[in-house]
């Protein structure tokens, strides 16, 4: 049995839930979310109440029956709160900057990076070459910084690259140091 599936999510108020044909569709403050149920799981929306039931039991369905209601949980928190990831770009030289719908990355390249920021998502430059991603999707937005990040990553020797505000970076010692040592 699912310890995750088997716990009821309680709708807050202002939140609207609606269920049609395997298809739900949440409503918000900040938004709306929609999500296909599988059909092995049934989704039950009573009294301001969402509990999710399994069809046929099976391993296939165990595991989709906590995954739903996680991610049906993920979909409350984000048209009522929404998510948001911060990411700080180190490096001389490095660079970020915003045109529109377009972020512009000077990432020691012989050219510079454009991505577009996809619809849906919300993207803030901050002080020191610090992106704040926030959206609704919680899906979308660790995305979108997933593939921010792929584009340089915070590389083991000098520091340099994407990371996200707080983490921390394990540093190596160069060549020319461990030859020192010896």
Do not use: C
């Amino acid at each position: 049995m699912s310890r995750i599936g088997k716990k009821i999510i309680h709708i807050p108020e202002g939140i609207t839930v609606k269920l049609e044909k395997g298809m739900l569709e949440i409503k918000g403050p900040k938004g709306t979310l929609n999500l296909e149920i599988h059909r092995e799981i049934e989704a039950i929306v009573r009294n301001k109440e969402i509990f999710f039931q399994i069809k046929n039991p099976s391993k296939k369905s165990m595991a989709l029956w906590g995954l739903t209601r996680t991610l049906v949980n993920n979909m409350l928190i984000g048209v009522t709160e929404g998510y948001q990831k911060n990411l700080e770009l180190q490096g001389v030289g490095f660079r970020i900057s915003l045109q529109g719908k377009k972020l512009i990355l000077a990432l020691g390249f012989s050219h510079l990076v454009e991505i577009e920021i996809p619809q849906g998502l919300e993207v803030k430059l901050g002080e020191k070459n610090t992106l704040m991603v926030s959206g609704i999707d919680k899906k979308m937005v660790g995305q979108f910084t997933v593939d921010l990040r792929e584009l340089k990553k915070a590389e083991p020797y000098k520091g340099k690259g994407f990371r996200y505000v707080g983490e921390y970076v394990r540093r190596k010692v160069g060549k020319k140091a461990a030859a020192a040592v010896k």
